[in-house]
């Protein structure tokens, strides 16, 4: 376990080097594109001597490693610097994002985990829905996330009149009470959780299933009807709380893919959580914002796969001591 | 077998069909060849888009864009992941322990997100695509390979032909390369079709090649055109890259896992 959480923390010092690294290997700079981007930002061209004022205000003509050093001591005061296309501290801007991009995720992970394992109980009693959904899920595991928005943006989301488009609330939603507003956030995440869930289902329900059947072969299920327990009893207490350990670390372990596809799902319904920020940041080449964006979501990914690593531990010695 | 050819036999149709869009077909892909969002016809099979670029054409130019773009992937993933693999299971020791963590590091990475940040930084051309995604496909491969190289290294026959002096090369021609190859050549597989799908993501958020016709891009398009939603043209525009792409990529996938278990015999 050790040895893990070692592995995971370099992981992290590697990936918090890489990202602060890249950008500066780069050609260009943000002032280099924004006196470029004409029309769109600034029309006015930069003089070379306000490009390096800007630089040395922004402190991106200092040497390398003083400049990691900066970094990291700003990032550990909860600074991730100041974005510069939308002129505000980054990590202001990821607070407003994140809530947003977590709600979809989790939600979506969440649905999948129940819907997948319910899936996966069913099919255990019927062999007949057993081979549709385990076709079905197969396919469906290939659709790529994005291809998923689309879908059900054009064959759903436009035949229905009351399903939003895009955004997360009403744009200048005026609301009667806080369930108003509930409502308004429910019906405009719909879309999004369902092309999340659409796509994250099958992991669930190829990981239950895997669980379900490995624990139907143990010894203890046969003794336990050997005893005449009742079957729901069975059910319940023997085989669907030995087999929840795996379902639940696939929750976690899904985290990482589920990010990746929240991004590019909210793009397709302009959503407007990390996604969405990110592409933007990546438009303006703003520096500071991508490395926020990518290292938080970098943390949420480690943290999440720590937590599957823990409770695979647990599960593990909670089998090695009733052997 | 009849599982393995027939997703194989649906692949090739599907090929030269598009190869006939793209060496036969009278329109052109990249010029607009009839006005603007035009309903499929004789001419234009599947319509036209915004710019009157014939859709069919530009369907069957993607096609061999996102395969070639795939394969690419595929065979620098199968070359660096057989390599490291073969080299850490057989060699153990400090080699070994540098290359799971490398393995490790490169699985723990959130994908799409570090493939935004390189993308958005060494720029849009599509040998930069295939590395990026061959960086981020080959871990999965090598962690596989490692742990059969592992249990065959145990084994007698490489112990006694490694005691009469055999090398690396000549153990893995003769010895590994049995077990090895076909675990290698299902996991590239796969890897072509996931290629296919990133590159199309990557596409989608405008992170491609913005000169070559690939299926994310005419997504993203067509996406972006203000209120196509509420018209019927997304049906000829939209409807056959999606199509396309779920299509091959499906076909890959099904190959692959025929493949898997005709060659390992799997359940």
Same mark, same amino acid.
Request: glycine content about 8%.
């Given at each position: 376990?050790?040895?893990?959480?070692?592995?995971?923390?370099?992981?992290?010092?590697?990936?918090?080097?890489?990202?602060?690294?890249?950008?500066?290997?780069?050609?260009?700079?943000?002032?280099?594109?924004?006196?470029?981007?004409?029309?769109?930002?600034?029309?006015?061209?930069?003089?070379?001597?306000?490009?390096?004022?800007?630089?040395?205000?922004?402190?991106?003509?200092?040497?390398?490693?003083?400049?990691?050093?900066?970094?990291?001591?700003?990032?550990?005061?909860?600074?991730?610097?100041?974005?510069?296309?939308?002129?505000?501290?980054?990590?202001?801007?990821?607070?407003?994002?994140?809530?947003?991009?977590?709600?979809?995720?989790?939600?979506?992970?969440?649905?999948?985990?129940?819907?997948?394992?319910?899936?996966?109980?069913?099919?255990?009693?019927?062999?007949?829905?057993?081979?549709?959904?385990?076709?079905?899920?197969?396919?469906?595991?290939?659709?790529?996330?994005?291809?998923?928005?689309?879908?059900?943006?054009?064959?759903?989301?436009?035949?229905?009149?009351?399903?939003?488009?895009?955004?997360?609330?009403?744009?200048?939603?005026?609301?009667?009470?806080?369930?108003?507003?509930?409502?308004?956030?429910?019906?405009?995440?719909?879309?999004?959780?369902?092309?999340?869930?659409?796509?994250?289902?099958?992991?669930?329900?190829?990981?239950?299933?895997?669980?379900?059947?490995?624990?139907?072969?143990?010894?203890?299920?046969?003794?336990?009807?050997?005893?005449?327990?009742?079957?729901?009893?069975?059910?319940?207490?023997?085989?669907?709380?030995?087999?929840?350990?795996?379902?639940?670390?696939?929750?976690?372990?899904?985290?990482?893919?589920?990010?990746?596809?929240?991004?590019?799902?909210?793009?397709?319904?302009?959503?407007?959580?990390?996604?969405?920020?990110?592409?933007?940041?990546?438009?303006?080449?703003?520096?500071?914002?991508?490395?926020?964006?990518?290292?938080?979501?970098?943390?949420?990914?480690?943290?999440?796969?720590?937590?599957?690593?823990?409770?695979?531990?647990?599960?593990?010695?909670?089998?090695?001591?009733?052997? | 077998?009849?599982?393995?050819?027939?997703?194989? *036999?649906?692949? %090739?149709?599907? @090929? $030269?069909?598009? =190869?006939? !869009?793209?060496?036969?077909?009278?329109? #052109?892909?990249?010029?607009?060849?009839?006005?603007?969002?035009?309903?499929?016809?004789?001419?234009?099979?599947?319509?036209?888009?915004?710019?009157?670029?014939?859709?069919?054409?530009?369907?069957?130019?993607?096609?061999?864009?996102?395969?070639?773009?795939?394969?690419?992937?595929?065979?620098? *993933?199968?070359? %660096?992941?057989? @390599? $490291?693999?073969? =080299?850490? !299971?057989?060699?153990?020791?400090?080699? #070994?322990?540098?290359?799971?963590?490398?393995?490790?590091?490169?699985?723990?990475?959130?994908?799409?997100?570090?493939?935004?940040?390189?993308?958005?930084?060494?720029?849009?051309?599509?040998?930069?695509?295939?590395?990026?995604?061959?960086?981020?496909?080959?871990?999965?491969?090598?962690?596989?390979?490692?742990?059969?190289?592992?249990? $065959?290294?145990?084994?007698?026959?490489?112990?006694?032909?490694?005691?009469?002096?055999?090398?690396?090369?000549?153990?893995?021609?003769?010895?590994?390369?049995?077990?090895?190859?076909?675990?290698?050549?299902?996991?590239?597989?796969?890897?072509?079709?996931?290629?296919?799908?990133?590159?199309?993501?990557?596409?989608?958020?405008?992170?491609?090649?913005?000169?070559?016709?690939?299926?994310?891009?005419?997504?993203?398009?067509?996406?972006?055109?203000?209120?196509?939603?509420?018209?019927?043209?997304?049906?000829?525009?939209?409807?056959?890259?999606?199509?396309?792409?779920?299509?091959?990529?499906?076909?890959?996938?099904?190959?692959?896992?025929?493949?898997?278990?005709?060659?390992?015999?799997?359940?």
């Amino acid at each position: 376990m050790k040895k893990k959480i070692l592995l995971l923390l370099c992981s992290f010092a590697v990936i918090y080097l890489v990202n602060f690294t890249i950008p500066r290997l780069m050609p260009g700079d943000p002032f280099d594109y924004q006196s470029a981007a004409a029309g769109e930002e600034s029309s006015t061209e930069m003089t070379e001597e306000l490009k390096e004022y800007l630089r040395s205000y922004y402190g991106l003509d200092k040497p390398f490693f003083s400049q990691l050093w900066e970094n990291i001591k700003n990032n550990l005061r909860g600074d991730l610097g100041y974005s510069i296309h939308y002129k505000r501290a980054v990590s202001e801007l990821l607070m407003e994002r994140l809530p947003w991009t977590a709600f979809i995720m989790l939600g979506a992970l969440l649905l999948s985990l129940v819907l997948g394992t319910a899936l996966a109980l069913l099919g255990l009693r019927r062999k007949k829905a057993d081979g549709c959904l385990y076709a079905l899920f197969s396919l469906l595991g290939e659709l790529p996330h994005f291809l998923a928005g689309i879908l059900l943006l054009f064959l759903v989301a436009a035949r229905v009149d009351w399903i939003p488009l895009s955004g997360a609330v009403t744009a200048f939603g005026i609301y009667y009470s806080e369930w108003d507003w509930v409502k308004d956030v429910l019906l405009h995440a719909l879309m999004p959780l369902a092309a999340l869930t659409l796509v994250t289902v099958p992991s669930f329900y190829f990981t239950a299933r895997a669980s379900f059947l490995s624990i139907l072969e143990k010894p203890y299920i046969l003794s336990a009807r050997a005893k005449g327990l009742g079957e729901g009893r069975i059910r319940f207490h023997y085989i669907f709380r030995n087999a929840l350990p795996p379902i639940v670390a696939r929750f976690f372990l899904s985290v990482g893919s589920a990010i990746g596809g929240t991004m590019l799902i909210e793009n397709v319904f302009a959503y407007p959580g990390m996604g969405t920020v990110m592409r933007e940041a990546v438009k303006y080449r703003d520096y500071p914002l991508i490395q926020g964006v990518f290292l938080l979501s970098t943390v949420l990914v480690l943290l999440s796969l720590l937590a599957a690593d823990l409770i695979n531990a647990a599960n593990d010695r909670r089998r090695g001591a009733s052997l | 077998m009849r599982r393995l050819l027939i997703p194989a *036999a649906l692949f %090739l149709l599907l @090929a $030269l069909l598009f =190869a006939y !869009g793209l060496l036969f077909y009278p329109q #052109d892909s990249q010029l607009p060849s009839g006005d603007s969002l035009e309903a499929p016809s004789r001419v234009h099979w599947l319509g036209t888009d915004n710019l009157g670029i014939d859709i069919f054409a530009q369907v069957s130019s993607g096609f061999f864009h996102s395969l070639s773009i795939g394969l690419a992937a595929a065979v620098i *993933a199968f070359m %660096l992941g057989g @390599a $490291l693999g073969v =080299a850490a !299971g057989y060699a153990g020791g400090r080699t #070994d322990a540098v290359v799971e963590f490398l393995i490790n590091l490169f699985l723990s990475v959130p994908q799409l997100p570090i493939m935004i940040v390189i993308g958005a930084f060494f720029g849009q051309s599509s040998l930069n695509i295939i590395c990026i995604i061959a960086a981020f496909s080959w871990a999965p491969i090598a962690k596989q390979v490692r742990a059969r190289t592992m249990s $065959l290294r145990k084994t007698r026959y490489l112990i006694l032909a490694r005691s009469y002096g055999g090398g690396l090369w000549y153990l893995f021609r003769t010895h590994m390369s049995r077990d090895i190859m076909p675990l290698l050549l299902i996991s590239s597989l796969a890897v072509t079709g996931r290629a296919i799908v990133q590159e199309s993501s990557l596409a989608f958020l405008g992170l491609s090649d913005p000169l070559a016709k690939s299926w994310g891009l005419m997504i993203a398009r067509c996406t972006g055109f203000k209120g196509i939603y509420f018209t019927e043209f997304w049906i000829w525009w939209l409807l056959p890259p999606v199509l396309a792409l779920v299509l091959s990529v499906l076909l890959l996938r099904l190959f692959s896992r025929a493949l898997e278990n005709y060659w390992l015999g799997k359940e």
